[in-house]
T-cell receptor, first 112, second 118 residues
Framework: AQSVTQPDIHITVSEGASLELRCNYSYGATPYLFWYVQSPGQGLQLLLKYFSGDTLVQGIKGFEAEFKRSQSSFNLRKPSVHWSDAAEYFCAVGPNTGKLIFGQGTTLQVKP | ETGVTQTPRHLVMGMTNKKSLKCEQHLGHNAMYWYKQSAKKPLELMFV???????ENNSVPSRFSPECPNSSHLFLHLHTLQPEDSALYLC?????????????????FGPGTRLLVL
């Protein structure tokens, strides 16, 4: 069955520290992979996406993600977190019908 | 207005009421989506419309009835809902690629309607 797992429900990091949010997926073919961010009271905003090619993808707001086929992972990283990065982050897999499958989300808290 | 807008932003309704959620996209897209976001659960795709035709109904109860009169507007008609239907309902749109479907397209989301069913 197709699924997305975000093992960390809640993560707290200090401002200026590095960040890695984990995402593992189960999918029968080459997936289309996305990371979205949701701030309180807002809809989801696309951070980055992977379709093919270079497995290291750059996104907005200084985020990047690396696709590792052998590990079925698409982890999101940022070298230095800002207080405004506090939000909920969703990993998603998109097969060929527009039917995005989302993970449960990881809530990021940033300590001053 | 830009992007994807949703009205109302908040809605409280009784189980016997009938109400409608509205979504409008100003991006020139041809595909539109309804999602349900419940606390502690992943986003659930409800419906997909591509060029005004429904292409996905993810086993949604009939008390939710979508309507897509044109590529810019999407409605979700609600009637005889249950308390467990309380959630954030998100609308999204994407380019839409005609006969090839909505293969891996980026979806742009609205801010959602927070629904409370009493």
């Amino acid at each position: 069955a197709q699924s997305v797992t975000q093992p960390d429900i809640h993560i707290t990091v200090s401002e200026g520290a590095s960040l890695e949010l984990r995402c593992n997926y189960s999918y029968g073919a080459t997936p289309y992979l996305f990371w979205y961010v949701q701030s309180p009271g807002q809809g989801l905003q696309l951070l980055l996406k992977y379709f093919s090619g270079d497995t290291l993808v750059q996104g907005i707001k200084g985020f990047e993600a690396e696709f590792k086929r052998s590990q079925s992972s698409f982890n999101l990283r940022k070298p230095s977190v800002h207080w405004s990065d506090a939000a909920e982050y969703f990993c998603a897999v998109g097969p060929n019908t527009g039917k995005l499958i989302f993970g449960q989300g990881t809530t990021l808290q940033v300590k001053p | 207005e830009t992007g994807v807008t949703q009205t109302p932003r908040h809605l409280v309704m009784g189980m016997t009421n009938k109400k409608s959620l509205k979504c409008e996209q100003h991006l020139g897209h041809n595909a539109m989506y309804w999602y349900k976001q419940s606390a502690k659960k992943p986003l659930e795709l409800m419906f997909v419309y591509n060029f005004k035709e429904q292409t996905e109904n993810n086993s949604v109860p009939s008390r939710f009835s979508p309507e897509c009169p044109n590529s810019s507007h999407l409605f979700l008609h609600l009637h005889t809902l249950q308390p467990e239907d309380s959630a954030l309902y998100l609308c999204a749109s994407s380019q839409g690629t005609g006969t090839s479907g909505v293969h891996g397209e980026t979806q742009y989301f609205g801010p959602g309607t927070r629904l409370l069913v009493l």
